[in-house]
């Protein structure tokens, strides 16, 4: 199976403005290779014109160099050091040195100010970089910059080799999970979308598969008793004919996501929910997102891109009751509780990300549905169990029914309250998600899923999206800055 994250492999260039003593550059950026430690290349051409340029890319392309660091040693050449950025095929970091370490009348770099024409150079060329909040820097700052520029590039570097593959339109009455593909090529994602039908034969045709066997122990392995015997052949035999669809169908694309159309048809037809199968293909940094979600994959995979870990895919469900906010939460925890809300789906978490004693189980409303509250039988196959308490970000990017894209980011936690609920669920705590939710996420019209990673990980995340132009970056503001459509005599 091939790997589904991409590997950052970092280089760092100098440049030197030719007006100024070029060892500024070299030894400051010695300095930084040396704070940084392993997985930094170091380029040895210091670049003071077009040719040094075009000497440094191909030095560092071919020391397998994916992700570019151009340092600013000195003032910097504007011509030289934004063409690095133009002809290098993948995402550039732009750092600069603070001064500090030499005399100010020899040892003087002016980087400072050069960042400021370099800055006006990109935009001229209307090229795309990574500049960090503040970007001038000792060797130490630097590092630590270049350090938090590694998750930025891998989600560059993901999203610009990704196929979603899709397989049937979504639901009946979930037009929230459709919208338009345009965004995907702006981004340069690819998509095939396919029926169903075609999922259905490929399924069929892996029955008997020899592999099937090691995969069924393997489930066993995970979920030990907590399964039902009967249906792990059935699952095992879908999880690697999503494998080898992947393998087979991502073309001229390093890296696949899926967004599949789980019901109503699928568990009747398949004989069971697949979520369980999605959560195991979550946890191995391929999203599987539900009901057709394409902007829901996406949102996932760059999540998985930044934390490099498993994410998850929820709807921001429903509001707490006051009797388990009164009972769990109120004088525990310093939140209101309209800060609080429970994210759920039917269990396409990870068991990596739930509680102990996480249970494979059936489909609570599906069994309503299409087994009338009968006997479970094709309706099983969910990962259902309160979602492990901890940091998480909750966001997602969308393109809306306008064909723009845009994004929401906010930071919160899963508290360690019981749900009593079912499904893959969880208390989700984020502060101002009651202004959040009314003035972004119901004001901008974004679907009900939510892309969850579990860590605390905004910050990367807004690199991300800025890296790739979306002009509205949505976040839960405190309630000392109003949000546009907040009413100032509420």
């Known amino acids: 199976?091939?790997?589904?994250?991409?590997?950052?492999?970092?280089?760092?260039?100098?440049?030197?403005?030719?007006?100024?003593?070029?060892?500024?550059?070299?030894?400051?950026?010695?300095?930084?290779?040396?704070?940084?430690?392993?997985?930094?290349?170091?380029?040895?051409?210091?670049?003071?014109?077009?040719?040094?340029?075009?000497?440094?890319?191909?030095?560092?392309?071919?020391?397998?160099?994916?992700?570019?660091?151009?340092?600013?040693?000195?003032?910097?050449?504007?011509?030289?050091?934004?063409?690095?950025?133009?002809?290098?095929?993948?995402?550039?970091?732009?750092?600069?040195?603070?001064?500090?370490?030499?005399?100010?009348?020899?040892?003087?770099?002016?980087?400072?100010?050069?960042?400021?024409?370099?800055?006006?150079?990109?935009?001229?060329?209307?090229?795309?970089?990574?500049?960090?909040?503040?970007?001038?820097?000792?060797?130490?700052?630097?590092?630590?910059?270049?350090?938090?520029?590694?998750?930025?590039?891998?989600?560059?570097?993901?999203?610009?080799?990704?196929?979603?593959?899709?397989?049937?339109?979504?639901?009946?009455?979930?037009?929230?999970?459709?919208?338009?593909?345009?965004?995907?090529?702006?981004?340069?994602?690819?998509?095939?979308?396919?029926?169903?039908?075609?999922?259905?034969?490929?399924?069929?045709?892996?029955?008997?598969?020899?592999?099937?066997?090691?995969?069924?122990?393997?489930?066993?392995?995970?979920?030990?008793?907590?399964?039902?015997?009967?249906?792990?052949?059935?699952m095992a035999q879908f999880e690697l004919t999503l494998l080898d669809w992947a393998e087979q169908h991502k073309g001229a694309r390093q890296y696949v996501a899926f967004a599949d159309k789980c019901w109503p048809a699928f568990p009747e037809q398949f004989g069971f929910e697949p979520c369980y199968v999605n959560s195991r293909l979550a946890a191995r940094g391929i999203p599987v997102a539900c009901e057709v979600d394409i902007y829901g994959a996406l949102s996932e995979y760059i999540g998985a891109c930044i934390t490099g870990d498993a994410v998850t895919l929820l709807d921001i469900n429903n509001s707490v009751p006051k009797y388990i906010y009164d009972v769990d939460i109120a004088g525990k925890f310093d939140y209101d509780i309209k800060d609080t809300f429970m994210g759920f789906h039917c269990g396409n978490t990870p068991s990596c990300k739930m509680c102990a004693g996480c249970a494979v189980k059936y489909q609570l409303i599906q069994n309503r549905l299409l087994e009338n509250g009968g006997t479970p039988d094709f309706t099983r196959g969910t990962l259902e169990g309160d979602i492990a308490p901890g940091a998480i970000t909750f966001y997602r990017l969308q393109c809306d029914s306008e064909g723009n894209l845009r994004s929401y980011i906010a930071q919160g936690e899963v508290l360690p309250v019981a749900t009593r609920s079912f499904g893959g669920i969880g208390i989700f705590a984020i502060p101002e998600m009651g202004r959040f939710y009314r003035h972004v996420l119901i004001q901008k019209r974004y679907p009900h899923h939510g892309a969850v990673a579990f860590a605390h990980c905004g910050k990367a995340l807004f690199e991300v999206f800025k890296y790739f132009g979306i002009a509205d970056i949505a976040y839960n503001q405190p309630k000392s800055l109003p949000y546009p459509t907040e009413n100032p005599f509420a």
Request: aromatic share 8%; proline share 6%.
């Open 1 to 234: 199976m091939f790997t589904n994250l991409p590997e950052v492999k970092l280089g760092i260039i100098a440049v030197s403005r030719d007006c100024f003593p070029i060892a500024l550059s070299t030894q400051r950026r010695q300095n930084i290779v040396a704070a940084y430690g392993e997985g930094l290349y170091e380029c040895p051409v210091t670049v003071e014109n077009e040719a040094d340029a075009l000497k440094a890319l191909d030095d560092v392309k071919a020391h397998g160099v994916n992700a570019l660091v151009v340092f600013l040693g000195n003032f910097g050449p504007e011509t030289p050091e934004t063409l690095l950025c133009q002809k290098f095929d993948g995402p550039t970091m732009y750092v600069a040195a603070a001064e500090g370490d030499g005399d100010l009348i020899n040892g003087r770099g002016d980087a400072y100010c050069g960042v400021l024409n370099c800055s006006y150079n990109l935009g001229m060329r209307h090229l795309k970089a990574y500049l960090p909040e503040y970007p001038v820097g000792t060797a130490e700052e630097c590092a630590d910059m270049i350090r938090e520029f590694v998750p930025v590039a891998r989600a560059i570097l993901g999203v610009k080799n990704l196929k979603i593959i899709t397989f049937g339109p979504r639901p009946q009455d979930f037009f929230a999970c459709n919208a338009p593909i345009k965004g995907l090529y702006e981004l340069g994602v690819e998509v095939e979308e396919n029926s169903e039908l075609d999922l259905l034969v490929a399924y069929k045709a892996h029955a008997g598969d020899p592999r099937i066997p090691e995969v069924v122990a393997d489930m066993k392995a995970e979920m030990g008793e907590r399964t039902y015997p009967d249906l792990l052949e059935r």
